[in-house]
């Protein structure tokens, strides 16, 4: 016979949201509000009560909400998550036999029928409820439940009174209350996790000497400049000593000069490896100096986390067995048949030796964390074991609750969906390759709409220095233009590899490669900034919108519009209070002036449908009075190829707007 | 750190099928093919191999069929469930050392690279593979390590060869395999549990002899007339004795007469409960004797469990506990405030004695089973816990595999399909009420392309007992024949309640109910059925059409399509095989002759676009050539308001078509 007790009949089905069964935890910002629904039902004609429970993940007793049912049993109720950390929620319900029987007595008292025995059944359960109470409202029991058994139309009132369904809420038992064995997970976040404008630069090419390898000094001196166009964010690729052997030359060259600088990304060398600071940028302080400096800036620094050694390592002779050895003593390099790449070993994560080799590169964000860095960008995550970042994820986010991941993890759907559930904050995603209004609608939709945006954080990159897409290299000027409001504005996290970002720098390696022609992953380069095509005021302007408009801050209020034309893109986002509702229209031609109507539904918008309101582009300051659902747009792409517009609801006249602001 | 070997890199995600995260079984029948798929991947580029694991419960070793991938890290196997009871299946998946080798060797081979330090780690895998094989096969590991280890053409050919691919297919130890924790319940069922006609009939108006009570031998004379419309499954309402206290008469009234019967479902009196038979239908032996009979004509007899007791049941005195006392000493009776059923006492599933009260019930389950019964219809099992019926019904099919249950449950969706999810095989549904072409497209698409048809059994009744529908009221002889077909062909388990329903009897208890006027519920019938407008011939054809035709067997392949006439509905199904397609159109105006175009995607049903093709009404025998994807149809709702065509190909002439059956 059933192990538990039979007499559970409530039924709980359903829990949202959830990620695979509950396995993985969904992930929220401090302040936000999580919406939990269930079925949930029982037998019969009985009445149920349905409560949310949740709590800090640990913590001994459960916090309660109230859930209210909607429709078809489903229920819905709602808390804050007001700290970083683990939170957990589940569903408890059971069959309410004092609310069944006040529902039931009114009916009864309606059609008239004589309620004499229904009220000492009530009384019964009134009195006992009071031995669940503290003193003094005890008293108030007794003093209902000989009311109700006195019965009459005084007692009758008293029953179906709401001080006493208050009284009996608090305290009557919850007999064969059903709670959902499972409990689902939060992760929750600083707000920088989900919002946020990210810079990437290499500090190699920040020196103002050309040709000199630039300094984190260097790299100071560059803080106002960035600051100034409103990043939040500063990502450097990695800043450890580079390997020697194999070293590669300009262009991805396979081999090199005496004076060529290598790839950042061949991590290691004589003077140290994953916690060591190549010498040609500076010193440990000079670092957090750098940190710091940054911080006064509004910026935070991130870290390229890229976990795999150039040949001359000090991890390949100190711990050989992190590696894979081959029959002929050599050490199994970095391949895809028949691709070679000679100047990377891998670690093997089947070695036996594994819990040593996860330690150690735990200890390897340690050391970074304890330098002030709270932000990782992840190469590759896609090429080491999951588990292990489900594990080192977890580890450092106990110590470092503030601690956000980004996986550069360009690969299958689903590869990229497990890391984020395995825990990395944000993703890089198809982003550089929707390019067309039918490829952002689908892909964005897909980012912002379905349970994928439950667990992953999209980070929106037009470029990375290995991806110069086609449209950017054909689109010129007003492309880096279209792609940047579009990154920028479609989701709350979005980065830019500057400054060749930013002068619009568009040439390949080779026609038909997307690669960067001379990137400054094998050089150093330098970089006029002052150039007067910059876009750099642009991106100053859009960051600022973005910080002033509490729309952009939310992944989960996208919408599409209708516009009659294939080259106009349009949609809207809002902000949780429904104050701030902005609208962007972008010309994906970077070639030719597109006209169109945009149709919006107004009454979704909160806008009045009979009453004309105001489209202020904040752009260019531009106002225009719009009325009905279709409105005429003109973009050219050799002016500002967007609109940014905040809409505003029309009060009285057209000078006298409501500012939601 | 981890708890599991964090070398264990697979991962396995999305098992489909799957009911609630795996917590109930699916259903499938002996001799069904069962499909599973799973998302499954790995880090990095390595090969995985993924094998699906089957068994029936219990057993001690898993059977395992190979997995394939699809696209998108999405892998395909499947398996057939040979014998009634439970089986379970899982996924499991590891990085194949040896596949991924070869697989690179390949390409380097072609790039022309030197291999010879490949060719030894092959030989390696090879020779250790051996240690796992029987002796013989391990020679042949160690013949070809060695060819391996010696290189050039002719190892390389050895290394690539698909002989060596099989031998390690067999014995390469499975390193660090993921064995999907959760196991997933099937249900397997006889075929009758998804495929059957059912005819329900009221015993006590079995009588030639008007205003007599019809007794089991008068229900055994009745056989060759059920037998003869070709049904398959012959149910009974209660056969219990009959409570006296507060008898419903004539029509529900709350008063009756000495002579009149009561309804079935208030069971329990003095001649005992619910293990002993109405006095008047006969006895033991009399039932026995009858389901034998039955079984002579090709008939199951389905009997109808009402767990709820008549106030003169014996339980009410031998087991009080079972049932809610009021304060006043009385029993609480079935009640819907300020509606009142006192011929009814509801069993308490909350009492303490719950454990005896199961133990009771299932012992009625198993004393009809002991009397040959293997089918049970429940009455209202939406109003007894839900614990209770996965607990039974799974005691009872441990020990008779072959029952088969149908929830009577006409309540909200999610209660039903709990029902289902419990371990009902089938399901009574909204089927009555869906009379509209897009409400049956709709419905129907739900019950059969969704995952509520992974564990939820239609059975699609166009009348009860309690259900005369509006569409039969208005709609007259020519609404009982299109309703008869729709329930015949849209689903593979329907039935009728006749002979009311042959007969086209249609008048309700008043206007605006659904009751049947002078119902059997109440009260002894006397039927003529040999009138000439009976339904009984056409119901003959289309069962024996049924039968003969196994695209009617299935639930999951039905397929709509466009009629330009919404009057007019048009649905194909077709067998596993793909061997028998059929399309049934029919006319949902009973009043008026109604014409269109179907349109049929040809190459789906697998007929050429190019080609004429035959559709031949298996209702009229009339054959009609048809071309092209629109084709005229015309129904007049006075004759035949259907279609029942098998689709055939043309081979040669229109006389010389390819016959599938």
Redesign the interface.
């Known amino acids: 016979?059933?192990e538990?007790d039979?007499?559970?009949?409530v039924?709980i089905?359903?829990i949202t949201p959830r990620v695979?069964?509950?396995a993985f935890p969904i992930k929220r910002i401090v302040g936000d509000t999580v919406t939990v629904e269930a079925?949930v039902?029982v037998?019969?004609?009985d009445l149920i009560t349905c409560v949310l429970l949740y709590k800090k993940e640990g913590a001994a007793a459960w916090n309660e909400a109230p859930m209210a049912p909607l429709v078809?049993?489903r229920w819905r109720g709602s808390f804050k998550v007001q700290e970083m950390g683990r939170y957990v929620y589940t569903v408890t319900a059971w069959?309410d036999r004092f609310r069944t029987w006040s529902?039931?007595?009114a009916?009864?008292v309606?059609?008239g029928?004589d309620v004499t025995?229904e009220l000492?059944?009530g009384a019964?359960m009134v009195a006992a409820a009071g031995k669940n109470a503290p003193p003094q409202q005890a008293s108030w029991h007794d003093i209902y439940a000989e009311s109700v058994r006195a019965g009459g139309p005084d007692g009758i009132e008293r029953a179906l009174s709401g001080e006493l369904a208050r009284l009996m809420r608090a305290h009557a038992e919850r007999?064969?209350a059903c709670t959902c064995e499972r409990e689902f997970s939060i992760v929750v976040d600083r707000e920088r996790a989900r919002f946020g404008a990210w810079y990437e630069l290499f500090p190699r090419s920040t020196s103002p000497v050309p040709g000199r390898h630039g300094t984190f000094k260097d790299v100071e001196a560059r803080l106002p400049y960035v600051a100034g166009m409103h990043f939040d964010v500063l990502y450097m690729p990695p800043i450890h000593p580079i390997g020697r052997t194999f070293r590669k030359g300009p262009n991805n060259a396979t081999t090199c000069g005496p004076e060529d600088p290598g790839s950042p990304w061949a991590i290691g060398a004589a003077e140290g490896g994953h916690k060591a600071i190549l010498p040609e940028l500076g010193t440990l302080d000079d670092f957090r100096h750098l940190v710091e400096a940054a911080e006064q800036y509004g910026l935070e620094l991130a870290l390229d986390i890229a976990f795999q050694c150039a040949p001359d390592h000090p991890y390949v002779t100190e711990h050989p067995q992190w590696f894979r050895a081959?029959?002929?003593g050599?050490i199994q390099y970095a391949?895809?048949?028949?691709k070679k790449y000679q100047d990377i070993y891998p670690f093997d994560?089947?070695?036996d030796q594994?819990?040593e080799l996860?330690?150690e590169l735990k200890s390897v964000l340690q050391f970074w964390a304890e330098q002030g860095v709270r932000i990782f960008r992840v190469d590759n995550p896609?090429?080491?074991?999951?588990?292990?970042w489900?594990?080192v994820i977890a580890e450092i986010k106990r110590d470092y609750p503030e601690a956000i991941f980004l996986a550069e993890a360009f690969t299958?759907?689903?590869?990229m969906q497990?890391l984020a559930k395995a825990g990395f904050t944000q993703s890089y995603n198809y982003f550089p390759w929707r390019n067309t209004k039918w490829e952002l609608t689908q892909y964005l939709t897909e980012l912002t709409q379905t349970d994928v945006r439950e667990y992953m954080g999209p980070n929106l990159w037009p470029n990375t220095p290995d991806i110069l897409p086609e449209y950017l290299q054909y689109g010129g000027r007003p492309a880096h233009m279209a792609r940047f409001v579009l990154a920028a504005t479609l989701g709350p996290t979005y980065g830019i590899y500057g400054p060749v970002y930013e002068l619009c720098e568009n040439l390949p390696l080779a026609p038909g490669r997307e690669e960067y022609l001379n990137s400054e992953k094998y050089e150093i380069r330098t970089w006029d900034l002052d150039r007067p095509d910059s876009l750099s005021s642009l991106i100053a302007r859009v960051n600022q919108i973005r910080r002033d408009n509490p729309a952009f801050r939310s992944n989960h209020n996208l919408k599409f519009h209708a516009v009659d034309n294939e080259q106009i893109i349009a949609f809207s986002k809002t902000d949780e209070a429904r104050a701030n509702e902005v609208l962007v229209v972008v010309n994906l031609d970077p070639h030719y002036k597109q006209t169109g109507f945009v149709t919006l539904p107004l009454e979704e918008l909160g806008l009045d449908p009979h009453q004309p309101y105001q489209a202020h582009d904040l752009l260019t300051d531009a106002r225009y009075l719009w009325q009905g659902t279709r409105n005429y747009v003109e973009l050219n792409p050799l002016t500002v190829p967007a609109h940014i517009f905040v809409l505003r609801r029309k009060l009285r006249t057209e000078h006298d707007f409501d500012y939601y602001l």
């Open positions: 016979m059933s538990q039979g007499r559970t009949r039924i089905e359903n695979d069964d509950g079925d039902f037998d019969g004609h078809n049993d069959v529902h039931a007595l009916k009864r309606e059609a029928q025995v000492i059944i019964d007999f064969f081959r029959p002929d050599t391949e895809n048949p028949p994560f089947e070695t594994w819990r996860w330690e896609h090429t080491k074991a999951f588990p292990f489900e594990w299958r759907p689903k590869v497990r």
